[in-house]
């Protein structure tokens, strides 16, 4: 049986005193630095009422970068959660040289800047970069344009769903997997059959995570895009191009809809904890 709140304080030697300060400055800091600023967010994106938000999320540009936002995220996340799934099942089931390097490569987009993977991508695929001939040669267009995007994207989101499926498929093992292969199964009907309803709900934690930071992806793709505006805006930087050009309502209607995606996939992410085993 748990016990509870008080008595278990009171078996860590926290006196009601300290753990009400704890609480309190836990609390004090998230209403000042999460829901002051989202608030503010929403009464500036409503300011001057619901027909000008509805005006501005209308404009022909915020409307393209709204469909490029979501296009990147469709083309980029299934394609992370294809490598995600990839690495997390070779680093869980194989013993192979390299398994270290590879497991440590695969956190190098957290440590790596953002701005600097996009210049990476500028480097590599931009006019003057190394790629640079052979593409324009065979009229491939990748910086400035949505292949751009999707590769800076990829890069920054890639650890995301491999992080949280390797430590979920570590912890639990593979021996129904190895019953389903000892009764016949192939390895395709056992990955399908066993092995996906095992991982799930971590997968699908690693895709909503994937996703919001997919669509609020500022850094590498500000660098390969050119804000372009109504070709390579995502909403992020259209956000940043409203602001310096003082819309700031027009401005704050975009954060607005992209606080609602962070605030939905918070609930999201509540709903699969409540309801993974």
């Known amino acids: 049986m748990t016990p509870p709140p008080a008595a278990r304080s009171r078996h860590l030697g926290e006196s009601p005193a300290v753990r009400r300060l704890l609480i309190g400055a836990a609390m004090a800091f998230l209403v000042l630095v999460l829901f002051v600023p989202l608030l503010a967010v929403f009464a500036k994106a409503l300011a001057k ?44 089931h194989f013993r192979f040289a390299g398994k270290k390097l590879l497991v440590t490569l695969i956190d190098l987009p957290f440590s790596v800047s953002p701005v600097i993977a996009g210049v990476i991508f500028v480097l590599l695929c931009g006019g003057r970069g190394l790629l640079g001939p052979f ?42 997997e190895q019953a389903a292969i ?8 056992t990955f399908w059959h066993v092995s996906l309803p095992k991982m ?55 954060s607005s809809l992209l606080a609602l995606l962070a605030l939905a996939t918070l609930v999201i992410k509540s709903w699969i904890a409540r309801h993974a085993p």
């Open 200 to 254: 799930r709900w971590g997968l699908l934690y690693g895709v909503v995570l994937c996703n919001a930071r997919a669509m609020g992806e500022f850094g590498a793709v500000s660098v390969v895009s050119g804000h372009i505006r109504g070709v390579t805006t995502t909403m992020p930087l259209q956000v940043e191009i409203l602001y310096n050009d003082y819309q700031f309502a027009a401005a704050f209607a975009v």
């Open 135 to 176: 593409l324009a040669a065979h009229d491939i267009k990748i910086i400035f344009a949505l292949p751009g995007l999707v590769l800076a994207t990829m890069f920054v989101t890639s650890p995301l769903v491999a992080r949280e499926l390797i430590p979920l498929m570590q912890a639990q093992g593979d021996d129904e």
């Open 49 to 92: 009422g619901v027909a000008a938000f509805a005006a501005a999320v209308r404009d022909p540009d915020i409307l393209a970068a709204i469909r490029l936002t979501l296009l990147t995220a469709g083309i980029a996340v299934p394609i992370n959660v294809l490598f995600g799934l990839a690495v997390a099942w070779a680093v869980t």
């Open 182 to 189: 000892t009764l016949g199964a192939s390895g395709w009907r």
